[in-house]
């Protein structure tokens, strides 16, 4: 079946705008999660969806960040007035519920601050 | 405050030789643990996890790790490397939320690469 999605694959932004990113989970997985993964920090924990449970958050590394999920499907991490050190790449991931079950991941967003 | 921790930056092998990736966490509890590769161009893939019971772990490819509570370690390991192993590898805990959920701690990254 299909995997993670995740678009766009690249995104160059100048810094100071905005930029959204989109990740389309495993159909039926209700827990979603969303990572960084850059040079100087390794990989990052974001933010976790799970079912209609507010989510996570306590990973996003400022207020410029935020993400939503819509019907328990789709999600969207938004970035507002972007910093060159916000430049990684963004993973999504997905699992059918719990920690003891598989997190599957996109091939993530590469976004480039200028 | 949960970690992981890979001492190895980069690793090389010969092809066919055997592989060890070592892996430290630190966690107060059980800890729930996987391994994760990455290839090229490629999303994470799991390898394997563990989470109770017998503390040696099989997963996908042909690889196994031990848990050792007593160390801290959860190495990775492999009798024969094939070529097609070059990638990085991710050893993580998971922390778990009120909700059963969890979130991935990852550590630094082992990047193998396979001699001829």
């Known amino acids: 079946g299909a995997g993670v999605s995740q678009s766009p694959s690249n995104k160059v932004t100048e810094k100071g705008k905005d930029v959204e990113l989109r990740c389309d989970p495993i159909s039926g997985h209700t827990a979603l999660y969303w990572y960084r993964q850059s040079l100087g920090q390794g990989l990052e924990f974001l933010i976790y969806?799970?079912?209609?449970?507010?989510?996570?958050k306590s990973g996003l590394p400022s207020d410029r960040f935020s993400a939503e999920r819509t019907g328990g499907s789709v999600s969207t991490l938004t970035i507002q007035r972007t910093q060159q050190e916000d430049s990684a790449v963004y993973l999504c991931?997905?699992?059918?519920?719990?920690?003891?079950?598989?997190?599957?991941f996109g091939p993530g967003t590469r976004l480039t601050v200028l | 405050a949960q970690s992981v921790t890979q001492p190895d930056i980069h690793i090389t092998v010969s092809e066919g030789a055997s592989l060890e990736l070592r892996c430290n966490y630190s966690y107060g509890a059980t800890p729930y643990l996987f391994w994760y590769v990455q290839s090229p161009g490629q999303g994470l893939q799991l390898l394997l996890k563990y989470f109770s019971g017998d503390t040696l772990v099989q997963g996908i490819k042909g690889f196994e790790a031990e848990f050792k509570r007593s160390q801290s370690s959860f190495n990775l390991r492999k009798p024969s490397v094939h070529w097609s192993d070059a990638a990085e590898y991710f050893c993580a805990v998971g922390t778990l939320f009120y909700n059963q959920g969890g979130k991935l701690i990852f550590g630094q990254g082992t990047e193998l690469s396979v001699k001829p």
């Open positions: 991931a997905s699992s059918l519920a719990g920690l003891t079950d598989t997190q599957y």
């Open positions: 969806f799970q079912g209609n449970s507010a989510p996570d």
